[in-house]
Nanobody
Framework: EVQLVESGGGLVQAGGSLRLSCVVS????????VGWFRQVPGENREGVSC????????YYGDAVKGRFTVSSDNAKNTVYLQMNSLKPEDTAVYSC??????????????????WGQGTQVTVSS
């Protein structure tokens, strides 16, 4: 069974930083892509970033480009999202998701088969 577990969320002041982790277990694919999404209650889920394990391609949404960095440690089956210069509008539940296939990075949520439970990020002004 594929499982994804996020950690690293919390409360931070505007301008601060957090690093989210997504530990993946139970997968048997040769390659995979992990996406980060966020959602505010009452709003649609937003794609934040993704990374592909084989070609290391990445993607960033316009709202986070230049502030967030996605990376992976394949030996630890862990994907990270380093979030710098955080803003109050970054407040959301952040979830990671996985899709088979290590080439190419796509942020459409319908392409992802497995999801974590999410971790709350709150940025105070």
């Amino acid at each position: 069974e594929v499982q994804l577990v996020e950690s690293g969320g919390g409360l931070v002041q505007a301008g601060g930083s957090l690093r989210l982790s997504c530990v993946v277990s139970g997968f048997t694919f040769d390659g995979y892509s992990v996406g980060w999404f966020r959602q505010v209650p009452g709003e649609n889920r937003e794609g934040v970033s993704c990374i592909a394990s084989t070609d290391h391609s990445t993607y960033y949404g316009d709202a986070v480009k230049g502030r967030f960095t996605v990376s992976s440690d394949n030996a630890k089956n862990t994907v990270y999202l380093q979030m710098n210069s955080l803003k109050p509008e970054d407040t959301a539940v952040y979830s990671c998701a996985l899709r088979p296939g290590g080439y190419g990075c796509y942020i459409a949520e319908l392409m992802y088969d497995y999801w974590g439970q999410g971790t709350q990020v709150t940025v105070s002004s």
